[in-house]
C-alpha cells in the first residue's frame, strides 16, 4: 500500500476552498490554455469544467485536482489589471505569516503585480518563505518577461524581437565571445597600498543594471554607415580608434581594461562617455576616431515603464525589510539582463545588442561615479566590475549612503590590507 493513499483519502473527503468562478476562467484564460486540454489533465470533460467555471463546485478527489491546478496557475498567470486588487488584509489567510505588514505605506499600482505574484507563492507554499523564494528566483525570467510585456502594452514603440544582426555579433564557437567591447572596468591604482595613510571604503553601487536599464537603445534593424559623425538620435555600434588616456595614474581608461591596441567595436554607452570625456574647456582627451557604425533610431525610455516597475518594488521590499520579493526583483532584472542575448533560457526575447548596450552603460555609471570622486578630492584606489568602488577619503561628502538607485552602501574598510 502506497503510505500516501490514506492522505490523498483524507483529502478527498476536504472541503477545499476554490476560487470564484470568474477568478477559475480568468487564471485559465491568462494562460492561454483551451478548456479541452485542461478537462483531459484534470480527467474531466470539457462541459463539466465549463460547469465548474460557471459556478459549479466540483466534489472528492478531482476537487484536491482541480484547487491544485489553479493554485499553481494563480503563481504564473498575469495579475488582472483592469480591476482594483483587494487590500492585503481580504487575502486568504497563510499558515504562517507570508510577508511583512504594509505599515501603512501606499501600495502603488504599478508594483501590484509583483507583490501579487510574491503573495501567491507565499500562499502555495503556506508561508514558508524559502520555499517560495526558490520557486521565485526559479521561474524570474519568464516573470520577468511578463512584466516587460505588461508594460509595452499601448507603448509608442514596437519591439521586434529577432531583427537581423550584421556580423559583428557572430561567434565563430559557443565558447568565444562576439566583437563588441563592453568596457568592463577591472583597474587600480598603480603603487595603491597600504603604504598610503587612510582607510579604504569598499563601496557597492546599488540596482547597477536596473539602474543601466536607463539607456538609449535601438529601436529597429542596424543599418550601416561608413565615417559618419555620431548622431544623438541614434544608437548602435562603433568601429572607433581610441584615443589615447593618459591619466591611469589616478582614473582607469573609460574603455576598460584592454590589452589590444588598434580599433575597435564600442556600444553607444563607451561612446557617449568618451564623447563627452573629449569636449569642454578641460577635456581629458582627445575624440575618438569612427571609422563606421552600425545603428539605429533610439529611445532613453523603451524600457521605463519596466525599470521603474521594478524599482518601485525593490524600494518596497527594502522599507518592509521584505527579502523574498528583493531576491525575486533582483533575480528578475538581473537575469533579464544576461538571458537576452544568446542564451537558451529566454527564447521570447533574443536582442544582444541590447544585451551589450545595457551591461556597457552599467559600466559608464560606475565610472562616471569614480571620476566624481576623484573631481571632490578623493583617491580613487579600484574599481571593479559593475558595482564596485574602492575610495579613500571623505566619501559620504560626495556619495549619499544608502539603499537607494541613486545611493551607495558601505560594504567595510580596509587599511594596510585587513578588513575592518
Not at 490514506?6 to 490554455?33: K, V
Not at 498567470?77 to 489567510?93: C, D, G, Q, Y
Not at 559583428?168 to 572596468?185: C, H, L, V
Amino acid at each position: 500500500m502506497n503510505p500516501f493513499d490514506p492522505i490523498d483519502a483524507l483529502l478527498a473527503t476536504a472541503d477545499i476552498p476554490l476560487p470564484a468562478a470568474r477568478e477559475r476562467r480568468r487564471l485559465r484564460q491568462a494562460l492561454r490554455l483551451e478548456t479541452e486540454p485542461v478537462a483531459q489533465a484534470l480527467g474531466i470533460t470539457a462541459n463539466t469544467l465549463n460547469a465548474w467555471e460557471q459556478g459549479s463546485e466540483p466534489a472528492g478527489t478531482v476537487r484536491v485536482h482541480y484547487a491544485y491546478f489553479l493554485s499553481k496557475a494563480r503563481m504564473l498567470a498575469p495579475t488582472e489589471t483592469s480591476h482594483p486588487h483587494p487590500h492585503p488584509s481580504t487575502r486568504p489567510p497563510t499558515a504562517s505569516p507570508a510577508r511583512p505588514a504594509p505599515r501603512h505605506s501606499p501600495r502603488t499600482a504599478a508594483a501590484d503585480p509583483i507583490i501579487d505574484t510574491v503573495s501567491a507563492a507565499l500562499d502555495y507554499y503556506g508561508g514558508d518563505r524559502g520555499k517560495a523564494a526558490e520557486e521565485l528566483v526559479k521561474r524570474a525570467i519568464p516573470h520577468a518577461m511578463r512584466l516587460f510585456n505588461q508594460t509595452r502594452v499601448g507603448a509608442r514603440y514596437d519591439v521586434v524581437a529577432y531583427p537581423p544582426l550584421p556580423d559583428i555579433f557572430s561567434r565563430s564557437s559557443p565558447d568565444t565571445s562576439d566583437q563588441i567591447w563592453e568596457a568592463r572596468p577591472n583597474w587600480e591604482r598603480p603603487g595603491a597600498g597600504p603604504t598610503e595613510a587612510g582607510p579604504v571604503a569598499v563601496l557597492d553601487i546599488n540596482g547597477a543594471y536596473l539602474s543601466a536599464l536607463k539607456t538609449h537603445l535601438p529601436l529597429g534593424a542596424l543599418q550601416h554607415q561608413t565615417g559618419a559623425p555620431h548622431d544623438r538620435r541614434r544608437s548602435g555600434f562603433y568601429r572607433i580608434t581610441p584615443p589615447e588616456w593618459e591619466h591611469g595614474a589616478y582614473l582607469p581608461n573609460p574603455l576598460g581594461h584592454r590589452l589590444e591596441p588598434g580599433p575597435l567595436w564600442v556600444t553607444e554607452p563607451t561612446l557617449r562617455l568618451i564623447l563627452q570625456l573629449s569636449e569642454g574647456t578641460a577635456p581629458l582627451c582627445d575624440p575618438p576616431l569612427i571609422h563606421e557604425s552600425y545603428t539605429s533610431g533610439s529611445t532613453e525610455g523603451l524600457l521605463e515603464k519596466f525599470r521603474t516597475l521594478l524599482r518601485d518594488a525593490r524600494a518596497t521590499a527594502l522599507h518592509h525589510n521584505d527579502e523574498v520579493t528583493l531576491g525575486y526583483v533582483k533575480s528578475m532584472y538581473s537575469k533579464f539582463v544576461s538571458t537576452m542575448g544568446d542564451s537558451t533560457h529566454n527564447r521570447e526575447l533574443h536582442r544582444p545588442d541590447w544585451m551589450h548596450i545595457i551591461r556597457s552603460q552599467a559600466f559608464a555609471n560606475l565610472w562616471r561615479k569614480a571620476h566624481n570622486a576623484h573631481t571632490d578630492g578623493l583617491t580613487v584606489v579600484r574599481l571593479c566590475g559593475t558595482d564596485e568602488l574602492h575610495v579613500r577619503g571623505d566619501w559620504r561628502r560626495t556619495f549619499t549612503e544608502g539603499t537607494g538607485l541613486n545611493e551607495v552602501k558601505l560594504k567595510r574598510t580596509t587599511e594596510g590590507g585587513e578588513e575592518h
